[in-house]
């Protein structure tokens, strides 16, 4: 199974691991946050960042690891891509949480398919969303009933 190791400007990679857990309680040793502090050197970020990495391959036994991070180009980014040894790590860039969610659900597939289906859970989760309520809108030239938009 793989391990995904969240690394993002603090405090968001703690929160999304939080909400992970919130859904998927029992994969808690599968998913770890790094949250990358200001002011903060890169070398010394890197460096945590590889400790923690290491302790996630050996709690899961070298599983291959989806690591996720917010932005790219971004300290988070950098270093993520610093901590990749190819093979074992693919690195996804705009994590938000329709995203993660995705990437817990099939954390058992291989590591080349859970990337597919945790970028398209990413995409698909942005949607935009009417902002009035539908008793509030204006009717359309079929909407015999006025009370159609109702529950």
């Not at 590591?111 to 539908?134: E, F, H, K, N, Y």
Request: aromatic share 4%; net charge neutral.
């Amino acid at each position: 199974m793989n391990s995904i190791f969240i690394i993002a400007h603090v405090p968001l990679a703690s929160a999304m691991r939080a909400c992970a857990l919130h859904v998927f309680p029992e994969a808690h040793a599968h998913i770890v946050a790094f949250d990358v502090q200001p002011n903060v050197p890169a070398d010394e970020t890197l460096a945590s960042a590889n400790i923690m990495l290491d302790q996630l391959a050996k709690a899961t036994s070298n599983a291959s690891t989806l690591m996720l991070t917010d932005i790219f180009g971004a300290t988070p980014c950098n270093v993520a891509m610093k901590l990749m040894d190819g093979a074992t790590c693919k690195l996804i860039a705009g994590v938000n949480l329709p995203m993660l969610m995705r990437a817990m659900t099939y954390r058992h597939e291989t590591l080349d398919i859970l990337v597919s289906r945790a970028t398209a859970g990413g995409i698909q989760g942005v949607m935009p969303v009417a902002v009035t309520a539908p008793q509030n809108q204006t009717l359309k030239t079929y909407d015999k009933n006025k009370h159609d938009h109702q529950q």
